[in-house]
């Protein structure tokens, strides 16, 4: 494959992929301008709450910590979930130039205003799983 033929082949690509975003607006439901539609979306998926959770336990942590501390988590789901909570300013990445490399990760101030929602949302779990439990016995 010559490099005009590469080249013809990745812009093909590139359109095709920004039509397919355009058309993502098409998907929107009358929910996209909830705030609590947003927030959750910031929070939601299966890691980021234990994540943002063991942040808030312990404070600064390091990768391994935070590996050691979330069970079950993948490497390649702990970096991603960690690179998507950076980006909605929920945690902050502290890189030191040093060797070893050495990477820390704390709530920012947005991410620790979350934690009083969180822990109202974790108390009415528990009246909901208790009262849940009450019913079925």
Not at 28 to 50: E, H, S, V, Y
Request: glycine fraction near 6%; charge should be positive.
């Amino acid at each position: 494959m010559t490099s005009m033929q590469y080249f013809l082949l990745k812009k093909e690509k590139t359109e095709y992929r920004s039509d397919i975003m355009k058309d993502q607006a098409l998907y929107r439901g009358r929910l996209d301008n909830c705030p609590l539609t947003f927030a959750l979306n910031q929070i939601g998926g299966k890691w980021r709450l234990p994540i943002i959770w063991a942040l808030s336990k312990n404070g600064t942590m390091r990768y391994n910590e935070l590996k050691r501390d979330i069970e079950g988590i993948t490497n390649m789901m702990l970096t991603q979930s960690l690179k998507e909570l950076e980006l909605h300013g929920i945690i902050s990445r502290k890189q030191f130039m040093e060797v070893p490399p050495r990477v820390e990760y704390t709530l920012t101030d947005s991410g620790e205003e979350l934690i009083p929602a969180l822990k109202a949302l974790a108390n009415w779990g528990n009246k909901m799983k208790k009262h849940s439990i009450a019913n079925f016995t």
